[in-house]
């Protein structure tokens, strides 16, 4: 038996934006493009039509994303009374993807029911401001949301660290990587940067691949993940020859 797991979202886990394809913030890599792809739910109500659409159809879960605002959130706070009830009513994984959050709204997505939080972590000082627009934040406030997810919110924190947002250097990545691990998060995500046509950062080179690579190692030694310098068709069996 292979124990292989490849994880596709698909129609089982679909995504909504509650902005629609709008995003105020508009990062200099991404400017909203990732959000026009996903379905428009722009009231509660067409969200919960929406969830019941999608269930219906098979779907087990729900990535809940949108642009965030110019304090870095996503403004979800008006659609918290809904999740709770397509939550009780079909019983979806609710993810969301919120942004700086404080502790209020952090408590209120534990009580309305969220499992998880997707959070990507910043460290850079120069990205927060100048590539995502953050003007008034730094590093410190994302820091301090990621306790407050910890300690008052949903049950899964799922911390990504974006790599190469900095012009595809990669600058403060192993501060995160650091940071993260006293968390001791269940996952850690590493995003790359990919450059996207009609935005800012369209001609911008992503990191070279060792770079990355060293990086998800940092990561991986960090989190007692083996790393194992071989091609990914070596047998489990044969492991234990990389490892001397
Ligand atoms: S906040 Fe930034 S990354 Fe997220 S949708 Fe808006 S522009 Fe894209």
Do not use: W
Not at 58 to 78: C, M, T, V, Y
Not at 166 to 181: L, P, Q, T
């Amino acid at each position: 038996m292979v124990n292989i797991l490849a994880f596709i979202p698909g129609h089982k886990f679909p995504d909504v934006s509650i902005t629609g394809p709008i995003c105020p913030l508009g990062c200099k890599y991404c400017k909203g493009y990732y959000l026009r792809s996903m379905e428009p739910t722009l009231t509660p109500k067409k969200l919960y039509d929406t969830a019941k659409f999608l269930a219906k159809r098979g779907a087990k879960g729900l990535l809940i994303s949108g642009g965030f605002n110019l304090d870095g959130r996503l403004p979800i706070e008006p659609f918290l009374t809904v999740i709770k009830d397509i939550k009780r009513e079909f019983n979806l994984v609710i993810s969301v993807h919120s942004g700086l959050v404080d502790k209020n709204l952090a408590v209120r997505m534990k009580e309305a029911g969220v499992d998880i939080v997707d959070y990507e972590l910043i460290m850079d000082d120069y990205v927060i401001k100048e590539i995502m627009n953050l003007k008034s934040k730094r590093s410190h406030d994302f820091v301090k949301s990621l306790e407050i997810l910890e300690k008052y919110g949903p049950p899964y924190i799922a911390p990504h660290i974006p790599i190469g947002l900095n012009y595809g250097k990669i600058a403060k990545e192993y501060e995160a990587v650091d940071v993260i691990s006293q968390f001791k998060p269940y996952v850690l995500i590493f995003l790359v940067f990919i450059p996207t046509k009609g935005t800012d950062m369209e001609n911008v080179k992503p990191p070279p691949i060792t770079d990355i690579v060293n990086v998800i190692r940092y990561g991986g030694l960090k989190y007692g993940i083996k790393v194992i310098e071989a091609c990914c068709s070596i047998p489990r069996e044969l492991f234990e020859v990389f490892f001397e």
